[in-house]
């Protein structure tokens, strides 16, 4: 099998010696680890559909793999898998500024799209934080978020059309670059499905003009809880913000502490960071105007508006390396993922920090506050016995939480391999087991991305004729059950094959 | 037992209505989502063939079968979150009753799909029939935040949440809106909302067609981002001549700019219309496609409208047209032959341009379907996805036609 992959790619493509492969051992989440049996780097999609096709005939699982910059170990491979790493399919092939829309390989970099867009005025807006790093395959994999993405949608919004190789090596063509699916909306369904379909070898996306007129502003507050009230408010003056982002203390000092730092008082209890954008300069600095009066009256200190564009980029900064600035806080970072309603933001902050208050652990906040769209940060090291599973509860304590609330266990992460276990806490036996349905739609064997997304324990059986007793059926809650689960998600060194 | 004696020992006689069939097919209405998935789970046991309903306004109650499932009792809105900007509805509540309810707490949902405002929700997310606010506020989908649905042998499956961002598994939710019930009876949606916006105001211009495509243009280029930016045809707009609409929502001072730019970029040709009159511009334009037997729409490019525009007019007529130029979406409404529309997309597909059917009596959509034949591959994909949500092949929906 290898010497036919060296024959599809060159076999300076193709890694095999153990080293090698330990560069692929994580992802950006630094609590799961498996090393891949091979590793394999195609140049072109037909080198792609190549390898699918060869793995298919040997009933080989394997993981598509962009920039490795996800956290929820969605693009982590097992030994007896083989890992397609994507990122030399990093050819931008259209930008068609007419029709607002462009025509990228899987491996290209998000950023490196908006630079190419820019001179024709246009942006691709989905912007993670990793966006220097991260490729848009891995986007549409995971429907990736970023700040911009409260005004502007997710990664969903804007991905038109797909060409996609199946896991048999079949290659089907989803939607249109109008956006109209033909028949059915499977990019719909493609998009966020974290590699369990196929591989994406071509991706149709929609561009928007970049904004003439910016307004941002950094409000800062003396409680967390006053933080969360003004997103409440903000949200329902009608004016949606481009961008709304919150920072607790812990996050503030990091990044004052680190090269990335921003101005941001080092006493503030947090600090949102919301940006307007619009086509007239008027309209934006009138919306700014009113939405900093209800930051003020909603328990700001002070709201600074940029000044300039130089101002602008030094307050984003380091809000996009912030994860950077809390990686020096010690030796390991969980950055986790969960969504609440935006109105329940206050409380369950205050539960969070009770929860990290109650494991002796440090839980730092940088997230999506116009979203609710909560980035909980647990700094630890490892290496202290007994502190991985202290991470390990207090994760699970904090998944129960958001969900409690109202809301979610991912907002944009994804599964992967982190939030297989929360999956039972959000979803009934039938509703799991129809994703499972779908999956085998798609590749009946589980072998693309295989043991993510749906834990298969908890899906009902699908087939087979349902018997009339929905009307009876138990409805008692699963959170309990699950969190008694035992499970063994930070995986130990041990553990790594 | 009849079918009937069946269906009223599981759900009780208020369930069954019988005398408003007109042909004849017994209409249940079950009241709960739990109530619509013991039908199914009985109607998959027994073979009975299913067509769903909503309030029958939109899709015609025409197609064969044993019993129509009504989704009119489903009216219920269990929660409306202002703070958050979301809601839940389920399926069958009207979407005028809908819209009041929001307006009360000063929310909106920015959708203005075609048919009449009693239509109702179901219908407009299991059609994905978005109207001219697409152009600002994105297709049907956007709008979904999760949806809990009934599979063809009775199965309650939900997908997504009711907050605004979700990956939590894979989004069933996009491959629901749209599907016209293929893949299941849509009984509960969560819906993403807007704040009221503060200031509406549609401005028109009237013109022959191509003036008004090159309007359209400089609009675009200009960089002015109306909610709505539709060209109508003369009689869709009861107007002598093709109507250009710009429609702006937001804050005050966004709907001023915007007005103020719009004025720059075309020389102030645009006549703004008062509150009553905008608004009734709208409904009416919306509700004539109700009034018209068939009904489809068409996802181009931008740059092809005005191409695409001439096919219509060449192959089927171009009598009652709403097209958003900017985005490439085009909705057509009159009569058409099923040779003529075959025709039509089989020439529209050669140009990579799909053609959806949204309405058409039964003899028609059965033979056109509403998404025709698929593109290569994608065919056992979707055979595959109905047979994963409808295994006994209950639901009578005419996806594919008679190609």
Redesign the interface.
């Given at each position: 099998m290898v010497d036919t992959l060296a024959d599809i790619v060159g076999p300076r493509h193709v890694r095999t010696a153990l080293p090698e492969r330990l560069t692929y051992a994580k992802d950006g989440l630094p609590t799961h680890r498996r090393v891949p049996g091979v590793v394999v780097l195609p140049g072109s999609r037909d080198e792609v559909i190549a390898i699918v096709r060869l793995l298919g005939a040997l009933g080989m699982p394997f993981v598509p793999r962009g920039a490795g910059t996800g956290l929820s170990g969605g693009a982590l491979a097992d030994g007896d898998a083989v890992l397609i790493v994507l990122t030399r399919l990093n050819r931008i092939l259209k930008i068609d500024a007419?029709?607002?829309?462009a025509v990228v390989e899987p491996g290209v970099v998000n950023v490196r799209l908006s630079l190419a867009a820019a001179p024709h005025?246009l942006q691709y807006t989905p912007d993670p934080s990793s966006q220097t790093a991260c490729t848009i395959g891995g986007n549409v994999a995971?429907?990736a978020?970023g700040p911009h993405?409260l005004k502007y949608?997710?990664t969903?919004?804007h991905v038109l059309a797909l060409e996609v190789a199946?896991a048999d090596g079949?290659?089907?063509?989803?939607g249109?670059?109008?956006?109209?699916?033909?028949?059915?909306?499977?990019v719909?369904?493609f998009?966020?499905?974290e590699g369990?379909f196929g591989v994406a070898t071509r991706i149709t996306v929609r561009l928007l003009?970049i904004a003439?007129a910016v307004r941002t502003l950094l409000a800062d507050f003396t409680s967390l809880r006053t933080a969360g009230e003004a997103v409440?408010a903000v949200?329902?003056?009608?004016?949606?913000p481009a961008a709304l982002e919150m920072m607790d203390q812990s996050c503030i000092r990091a990044v004052e502490d680190s090269v990335y730092a921003a101005g941001y008082p080092r006493d503030a209890a947090a600090v949102l960071l919301a940006e307007l954008d619009?086509?007239?300069e008027?309209?934006v600095?009138?919306?700014a105007a009113?939405i900093e009066a209800v930051l003020r009256a909603h328990g700001a200190r002070s709201v600074l508006v940029a000044a300039d564009a130089q101002q602008r980029e030094r307050l984003w900064l380091g809000r996009k390396k912030a994860f950077g600035a809390m990686g020096r806080l010690s030796r390991d970072l969980v950055v986790q993922d969960a969504?609440?309603?935006?109105?329940t933001l206050p409380d369950v902050l205050e539960t969070i920090a009770r929860i990290g208050a109650a494991y002796g652990l440090t839980v730092s906040n940088v997230f999506?506050a116009g979203?609710?769209?909560l980035h909980p940060n647990i700094s630890f090291d490892g290496r202290t016995p007994g502190l991985r599973e202290r991470v390990e509860a207090a994760s699970a304590e904090i998944m129960a939480t958001c969900i409690a609330a109202?809301?979610?266990?991912?907002?944009?992460?994804?599964?992967g391999l982190d939030?297989l276990r929360y999956?039972p806490l959000?979803?009934?036996g039938?509703?799991?087991a129809?994703?499972r349905?779908?999956?085998?739609?798609?590749d009946p064997e589980e072998r693309v991305n295989p043991g993510k997304?749906?834990p298969v324990h908890a899906c009902r059986e699908?087939?087979g004729?349902?018997?009339?007793?929905?009307?009876m059926r138990s409805r008692g809650s699963p959170v309990d059950s699950a969190l008694r689960t035992p499970h063994s998600a930070l995986d130990s060194e041990a553990g790594v094959r | 037992m009849s079918l009937l004696d069946r269906v009223r020992a599981l759900l009780g006689d208020e369930a069954v209505d019988v005398a408003a069939t007109p042909d004849g097919v017994p209409r249940v209405a079950p009241a709960s989502p739990d109530a619509v998935a013991l039908l199914l789970g009985t109607a998959r046991e027994e073979g009975w063939r299913v067509r769903i309903e909503g309030a029958g306004t939109w899709l015609a109650a025409d197609a064969p079968a044993d019993l129509a499932l009504t989704t009119r009792r489903l009216d219920k809105i269990p929660a409306i979150e202002p703070q958050d900007l979301s809601a839940t509805a389920e399926a069958g509540i009207g979407c005028d009753l809908l819209r009041q309810h929001l307006a009360d707490r000063g929310t909106w949902l920015a959708l203005d799909p075609p048919g009449l405002a009693g239509r109702t929700l179901g219908s407009i997310v299991a059609t994905a029939t978005a109207g001219p606010l697409r152009q600002g506020f994105g297709p049907v989908r956007d709008h979904l935040l999760g949806v809990t649905f009934v599979t063809g042998d009775g199965r309650l499956v939900q997908s997504g949440g009711r907050v605004v961002k979700n990956v939590a598994g894979y989004d069933l939710t996009r491959l629901e809106a749209g599907a016209f019930g293929a893949f299941g009876v849509i009984v509960l949606i969560h819906l993403r909302l807007r704040a009221l916006p503060r200031a509406d105001q549609t401005l028109v211009l009237e013109g022959s067609r191509e003036d008004l495509t090159q309007v359209a243009e400089d609009i675009a280029a200009a960089g002015i981002q109306p909610a709505a930016h539709e060209l109508m045809s003369p009689a869709l707009a009861r107007r002598e001549r093709w109507l250009l609409a710009i429609r702006f929502a937001g804050s005050g001072a966004l709907v001023a700019a915007e007005e103020a730019g719009l004025r720059a970029a075309t020389g102030g040709r645009f006549a703004p219309l008062r509150a009553d009159e905008g608004h009734s511009l709208w409904m009416r334009a919306a509700e004539s496609f109700a009034a018209r037997p068939v009904a489809f729409r068409i996802g181009g490019l931008p740059d092809s409208s005005d191409e695409l525009l001439d096919l219509l007019q060449h192959q089927v007529g171009d009598e009652w047209i709403s097209a958003s130029p900017a985005i490439g979406a085009i909705r057509w409404g009159g009569d058409a032959t099923i040779d003529r529309l075959k025709r039509l997309r089989r020439t529209l597909a050669g140009l990579e341009v799909p053609l959806t059917l949204e309405r058409a009596p039964w003899p028609v959509r059965s033979a056109v379907g509403h998404f025709g034949a698929y593109r290569e591959g994608v065919g056992p994909l979707v055979a595959g996805l109905r047979r994963t949500f409808d295994p006994g092949e209950a639901f009578v929906v005419a996806a594919e036609g008679a190609e």
């Open positions: 007419r029709n607002r829309l005025g995971e429907n978020g993405c949608g997710v969903a919004t199946l079949r290659v089907v063509e989803l249109s670059p109008g956006g109209e699916p033909w028949g059915p909306d499977l719909g369904l998009v966020g499905s369990n003009p003439r409440s949200i329902a003056s009608g004016i949606v619009g086509g007239h008027a309209a600095a009138a919306d009113t969504v609440v309603p935006r109105s999506h979203d609710g769209n109202g809301g979610t266990i991912t907002g944009e992460h994804g599964i939030k999956m959000l979803f009934d039938d509703s799991l129809a994703m349905a779908v999956r085998h739609v798609w997304v749906v699908w087939s004729v349902r018997s009339a007793e929905w009307g | -």
